[in-house]
Nanobody, 113 residues
Framework: QVQLVESGGGLVQAGGSLRLSCAAS??????TSWYRQAPGERRELVATISSRSNTIYADSVKGRFTISRDNAKNTVYLQMNSLKPEDTAVYYC?????????WGKGTLVTVSS
């Protein structure tokens, strides 16, 4: 069983920055994504990084968020800059391995205006 541990959420003012982390054993072997879910909304894909470090982003975060990985630390990061109130959500890490698909418990990001 793979356990994903997210951290880095919190309260920040609009225009500020946060860095989320997702740690798991062998995460470098997975395609890892960050999703988010705002209250009353569907969960949406924010960014994905493949095992070869190819990345994709939702249009709403392009140019502001950066997903990266540090395989030596078994961690995937989501650097979030120029945060907006509409970025407020619970952010979830997802890791897709050959053997299965795993989710973290989420970390709350609140952006105040």
């Amino acid at each position: 069983q793979v356990q994903l541990v997210e951290s880095g959420g919190g309260l920040v003012q609009a225009g500020g920055s946060l860095r989320l982390s997702c740690a798991a054993s062998h995460i470098g072997m997975s395609t890892t994504s960050w999703y988010r879910q705002a209250p009353g909304e569907r969960r949406e894909l924010v960014a994905t990084i493949s095992s070869r470090s190819n990345t994709i982003y939702a249009d709403s975060v392009k140019g502001r968020f950066t997903i990266s990985r540090d395989n030596a630390k078994n961690t995937v990061y989501l650097q979030m800059n120029s945060l907006k109130p509409e970025d407020t959500a619970v952010y979830y890490c997802n890791a897709r391995f050959v053997v299965g698909d795993y989710w973290g418990k989420g970390t709350l990001v609140t952006v105040s205006s």
